[in-house]
């Protein structure tokens, strides 16, 4: 039996345009700790606000094969319950719904403007950013049963323009966060109206070079506050992680990251029960030497922020390409990670408290890809596969191939979701992974 999830709601028609501790007292809507496994379901990228990718799920544990295929069109990564909810990819305006036992679809909605966001879910509500071609920015909310459309909001809404989704909305506590244009703005999921917006920094900047506009990311909710930055990467000037209170938007601390030019913040911020971590990426990077032992100069850093104060904790670079975000599980961050030079793919399961590394996996079959937590294992994608490995020592279970690289898997019950080749300019396909 799978559960829906819940969120404080009321559905209203609406049309119109890698260490610290927090007293929860001084704290709106004040959410779990990142250590208590969430529920056994997936509302959102990241599969909750703290964009652990950690699930308390069985998941396929001691062997995997393939129970089913769907689609075969450009789409967002699914959000689930008891069925598969998605959006369509970049130019066209589509929501639709999978059965989760069989894939067979369950109803969509080929009403909507086109949509460059993942959706969001909650509440029998499926939360849908759509742009259209005036560059009119609304949400939707779409009943989960039929698809159909509840109420749209026009007026006060604004989204990032990322140029690589999945972003969309962040839902904790009875609240939506959508990352704006300006920075993180608040709305209440019952009609879609705005409470309050924190106004970060400007949509446009103005250089000696080309104009750019800001990127946000989005939002990480954790102990009572939102948490986003810039992640620009053309401009490469981001540095600073904002952190505002979750219920006013009221700034909180703002910490910049000591990053060289030709850096930038990337992702999105991931939070642990007293931790925050954030990536980032050099873009231009080299290789050393020029013989076959050749190496990789590491482009990426690894940041971990006291929650309470944003101070950073601890720093680690990385010697390859982390080509996905980290996740979270009770104490440990999994980075996946990929050594151009050699085509080696490595796995790291790391202390939160120091960054210390307490094992590894590693395959010399291509880059590892979006780890997810379920129970006790981590599950990755490896080229084009997707590996099953054990949390406790790092010793992989199996290996199944998948046929196209899989996105981060989604665990829900005893089911790995995978969306193949993820991108907006791709055909995808929805694969269940079930144990033999």
């Not at 929501?95 to 969509?108: H, K, M, V």
């Not at 000037?237 to 909180?252: L, N």
């Not at 989604?410 to 694969?431: E, F, K, M």
């Given at each position: 039996m799978r559960r829906r999830t819940a969120l404080s709601t009321a559905g209203t028609l609406l049309t119109g345009s890698l260490a610290g501790c927090i007293d929860a007292a001084d704290r709106a809507a004040t959410p779990a700790s990142s250590d208590d496994p969430p529920t056994n379901a997936w509302t959102q990228?990241?599969?909750?606000?703290?964009?652990?990718?950690?699930?308390?799920?069985?998941?396929?544990?001691?062997?995997?094969?393939?129970?089913?295929?769907?689609?075969?069109?450009?789409?967002?990564?699914?959000?689930?319950?008891?069925?598969?909810y998605l959006t369509e990819?970049?130019?066209?305006?589509?929501?639709?719904?999978?059965?989760?036992?069989?894939?067979?679809?369950?109803?969509?909605?080929?009403?909507?403007?086109?949509s460059r966001w993942a959706p969001a879910l909650g509440d029998d509500r499926l939360f849908v950013l759509s742009r259209t071609e005036d560059n009119v920015v609304r949400l939707h909310a779409l009943d989960t049963e039929l698809g159909e459309e509840v109420w749209v909001r026009e007026e006060g809404i604004t989204a990032a323009s990322s140029s690589r989704p999945p972003s969309g909305p962040t839902i904790e506590a009875g609240t939506l966060y959508l990352p704006s244009n300006r920075g993180i703005l608040a709305v209440h999921p019952a009609s879609g109206e705005p409470e309050w917006e924190a106004t970060l920094g400007p949509h446009v900047m103005d250089t000696d070079g080309p104009m750019w506009r800001t990127d946000w990311a989005k939002p990480t909710v954790t102990a009572g506050r939102v948490i986003t930055f810039d992640l620009n990467d053309g401009y490469q000037?981001?540095?600073?992680?904002?952190?505002?209170?979750?219920?006013?938007?009221?700034?909180?601390w703002t910490t910049e990251l000591d990053l060289p030019d030709g850096w930038h913040l990337k992702w999105r911020a991931v939070a642990g029960s007293d931790s925050v971590f954030v990536s980032a990426l050099r873009a231009m990077v080299a290789l050393q030497g020029g013989d076959d032992e050749e190496e990789w100069t590491g482009a990426e850093r690894?940041?971990?922020?006291?929650?309470?104060?944003?101070?950073?904790?601890?720093?680690?670079?990385l010697?390859?390409?982390?080509?996905?975000?980290?996740?979270?599980?009770?104490?440990?961050?999994?980075?996946?990670?990929?050594?151009?030079?050699?085509?080696?793919?490595?796995?790291?399961?790391?202390?939160?408290?120091?960054?210390?590394?307490?094992?590894?996996?590693?395959?010399?079959?291509?880059?590892?890809?979006?780890?997810?937590?379920a129970g006790d294992t981590v599950y990755a994608g490896e080229d084009e596969a997707l590996v099953a490995v054990s949390r406790e020592d790092g010793e992989r279970r199996w290996r199944l191939e998948i046929g196209d690289r899989p996105g981060?898997?989604?665990?829900?019950?005893?089911?790995?979701?995978?969306?193949?080749?993820?991108?907006?300019?791709?055909?995808?396909?929805?694969?269940?992974?079930?144990e033999r």
């Open positions: 990228v990241g599969g909750d606000a703290q964009h652990t990718q950690y699930v308390d799920a069985r998941g396929p544990r001691d062997g995997a094969e393939i129970a089913w295929e769907a689609l075969g069109r450009p789409v967002y990564p699914p959000v689930v319950d008891d069925a598969l990819g970049w130019t066209d305006g589509a929501a639709l719904s999978l059965a989760a036992d069989e894939g067979d679809e369950r109803w969509a909605n080929d009403d909507l403007p086109p000037r981001g540095r600073e992680v904002y952190a505002v209170d979750a219920g006013s938007g009221e700034p909180d690894l940041f971990a922020l006291d929650a309470d104060s944003g101070t950073v904790v601890w720093e680690q670079e010697t390859g390409k982390t080509l996905r975000p980290v996740s979270y599980a009770e104490g440990t961050l999994y980075v996946g990670e990929w050594l151009p030079d050699r085509d080696i793919g490595r796995l790291h399961a790391l202390n939160a408290s120091d960054g210390s590394v307490e094992w590894s996996y590693e395959t010399n079959a291509g880059a590892v890809l979006s780890p997810t937590v981060a898997p989604v665990v829900v019950d005893d089911t790995a979701y995978l969306q193949t080749d993820p991108g907006h300019n791709y055909a995808s396909r929805i694969v269940a992974v079930r």
